[in-house]
């Protein structure tokens, strides 16, 4: 079951700093374009849309819905190898941009495409968490 | 254009297949020489020349290659774009010639591939019993295999699928049949790497590779190489009658990559980039898919071909399926695609098939293809994708 799935630190670039800081606080946040207002995924420091150098930080809703998702069966990566099955998915932000994730705290034979779902932190005892996805029963 | 016209002077391909007793400089000094004899000139007319090689892991493949064929001194660009390497190269050395740099350059192309089985993901190694992070790309655990896939097969497989998906009115047996198309087609060319027939059934009986594509309707790894010689439209006119005569003019030489979208972070996109390629290949040239004689396109599998049937605008949007069963794309049909084999029959030895095509497209224009000629050619259009992403269009006219 998804929960045992491993939290590896995440490796931190100057761009993803404060990305990675605020999910210790429980804060998804996106980059956004000054210029043309698109969300920006993933963190970089310029606007793939239209190349302004004019961004800032939004904090996201942490709401979004299942794009498309895979089921896990076989894997030979070790950690993740004693949590089959589980469940990699694209999940769309309500802002937007599809961010590649886990769904937990549910069956995998559960998840559908469309399924509601919130983000949800799990702390890897590094100052940061990652974020997943679980199904959002207030949708 | 702004800039003067670019015109093919010479252009040569070796034959396509095994060559156990030929390494990769061996093929391309081949190409070289015979492209230079071919336009009637030699080393010393040429000012600038680029060189591709993808797999070979030889460093400077174009000063190897120059130790055989002359060594003047001119610069040479050694380059790099996955399956588009070879038109690369040429759109290098087009570059050079319309910045002013020189009136005569070379692009060679040249691989050995054969028996090299599946290029990505299906020699990978077994996961090792720890795993750590590293570099910009070793963030994430290798895909292939749990969200989707990394060999070629596997990708144009679903490229193909997805197609399908979209449009409708696409089966196993209409992709088989593309590939039954381009191994009929390449009877006729003696430098092809198969010159077999295969009927429907022998196609989609063979061992599936990856749905639905079976094994001749994969490219086939192979040895080879190309190249051409080009020169300005000021040079063009300094040649004698017979060389103006057999010289093709490039109207577009167009290379594009993806632009961004917020699409798939997993399954490449082939088409948007192949879409802006031909439809700025188009506008330069100054015609229109109404306008080609004929096509050489990138069938590194059939479910590709199909697709680009489609982003080079040969057919209406999503009507890829219906164009094909007109029969428009056979030799006899009314827009030919493919009549060297395809990399499918003819082979794909991955650096020369960007200038291989185009080879195949001058020999029509020049009217010297022999049992293949299209009759009549006298607009032809050469494309290539190498994933990663780069796609190259050339627009090539027979001289007035």
Redesign the interface.
Known sequence: MSSTLPTPAPAISPETEEFWAATARGKLLLRRCDDCQTIIWYPRPFCPACGSLKTSWTEASGRGSVYTFTVVHRSGIPGYRDALPYVVAYVELAEGPRVLTNIVDCEPDQVRVGMPVRVVFHDTGEGNALFRFRPDEDA | MAAEDIWVLGIHMTKFGKHPDKDTVDLASEAVLGALADGGVTMRDVGVMAAGNLMGGAAAIGQQIQKQVGQTGIPVYNVANACATGATALRTVIMALKAGEADVGLAVGVEKLAGAGLLVGGSRA??????T?RGRYG???AID???GTETMPGVFAQIGMEYAHRYGGVDFELFARIAEKNHAHSTLNPLASYQKRFTLEEIMNDVMIAYPNTRPMCSANCDGAAAAVVVTDAKRKTLSLEQQRRCVKVSASVLTTDP?E?G??VLPNVNTLTRNAARQAYETAGVGPEDLDLVELHDCFATAELVHYDNLMLCEEGGAADFFRSGATWRDGTLPVNVSGGLESKGHPIAATGIANIWEICHHLRGEAKDRQIEGAKVGLAHVIGLGSACAVHILEAAA
């Open positions: 077994p996961d090792a019993e720890t795993w992070r963030q994430v655990a295999g749990r969200i961004w917020e798939c972070q």
